[in-house]
């Protein structure tokens, strides 16, 4: 009989509320190279100014990370930044281990979900890089469309969610 192998991204994704224990690893992924790269403002981060920063956002009401959890492992993180009425901005990353595979797409769909139903956002905005089309491609995947945000950020794009354009099989409940 055939045998497959056990593939632990597909099983089930969840997304958590970052915590304090958790700002080591989320300043290890943010200074991955290919996570330097895709940041709309570029560099290596300085552990002492991402230290204080990890700590005012978990206490900070405007501002919600979570943990990307896939088979388990922590994978990555989804953030989201309140902009006042009714209005959010979402950005991601992954560790690369566990890019290409649909998993971010996943992600940036049930974080926003997740964000619509526990708050009063109805708008959540990404700014994308104008040269990084992995991640517009994964964005547009998850439901975004090009947005008029009547604002210009030099080199980005502006993509805004569409719950209606996201496809169905996509939407699960994560924990
Ligand atoms: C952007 C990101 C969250 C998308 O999540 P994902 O799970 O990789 O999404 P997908 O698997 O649908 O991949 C999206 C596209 O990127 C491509 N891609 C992703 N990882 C890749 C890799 N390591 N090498 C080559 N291509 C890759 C995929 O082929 C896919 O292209 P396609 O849509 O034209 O088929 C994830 O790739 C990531 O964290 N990238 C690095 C950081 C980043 O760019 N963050 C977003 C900043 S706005």
């Not at 902009?83 to 926003?112: D, M, N, W």
Request: aromatic residues 8%.
């Amino acid at each position: 009989m055939k045998e497959f192998a056990h593939d632990p991204l597909e099983e089930h994704l969840t997304l958590r509320p970052a915590v304090t224990a958790d700002a080591a690893m989320v300043f290890a992924w943010r200074n991955l190279p290919s996570v330097v790269e895709a940041a709309s403002q570029k560099g290596v981060i300085a552990w002492e100014e991402h230290h204080g920063w990890f700590a005012a956002s978990l206490r900070s009401d405007a501002r919600q990370i979570f943990i990307i959890h896939s088979g388990g492992q922590p994978a990555g993180q989804i953030r989201f930044d309140w902009e006042g009425s009714g209005q959010a901005q979402v950005s991601i990353y992954l560790h690369p281990r566990f890019t290409g595979r649909g998993l971010g797409v996943k992600a940036i769909q049930a974080g926003c979900l997740k964000i619509a139903q526990a708050t009063g956002v109805v708008r959540v905005l990404a700014w994308v890089r104008e040269d990084n089309t992995p991640s517009q491609s994964a964005f547009r995947k998850a439901g975004f469309v090009r947005s008029d945000p009547g604002e210009v950020r030099p080199g980005l794009l502006c993509l805004e969610f569409m719950q209606a354009a996201a496809p169905r099989e996509l939407i699960h409940h994560p924990s």
